[in-house]
Nanobody, 113 residues
Framework: QVQLVESGGGLVQAGGSLRLSCAASGIAFSLNVMAWYRQAPGKQREWVATIGIRNSTTYTDSVKGRFTISRDNAKSTAYLQMNSLKPEDTGVYYC???????WGQGTQVTVSS
């Protein structure tokens, strides 16, 4: 059974930084693509970033140049480094194993102006 546990969210002022973590178990982590999504209040969940098994990365346009997705296969953990945060980055951030359609419980990120 796949389990994903996100952490690292919190309240930060605009321009600040946070690093989210997603600890995975129940999968061969190094063989799986990992992704981050977010859901703002009153909005649909949206894709943020993906990292492939060979560390190729893709980002939604709104976070390019500010967010960095990475992975540590030895720790079965994916990360999302978020810099230059904006109030519109506020939401619940989820990690996902796309091929398993498995989601974590989410971690709240709030950016104050």
């Amino acid at each position: 059974q796949v389990q994903l546990v996100e952490s690292g969210g919190g309240l930060v002022q605009a321009g600040g930084s946070l690093r989210l973590s997603c600890a995975a178990s129940g999968i061969a982590f190094s063989l799986n693509v990992m992704a981050w999504y977010r859901q703002a209040p009153g909005k649909q969940r949206e894709w943020v970033a993906t990292i492939g098994i060979r560390n190729s990365t893709t980002y939604t346009d709104s976070v390019k140049g500010r967010f960095t997705i990475s992975r540590d296969n030895a720790k079965s953990t994916a990360y999302l480094q978020m810099n230059s945060l904006k109030p519109e980055d506020t939401g619940v951030y989820y990690c996902k194993v796309p091929v398993r359609n498995a989601w974590g419980q989410g971690t709240q990120v709030t950016v104050s102006s």
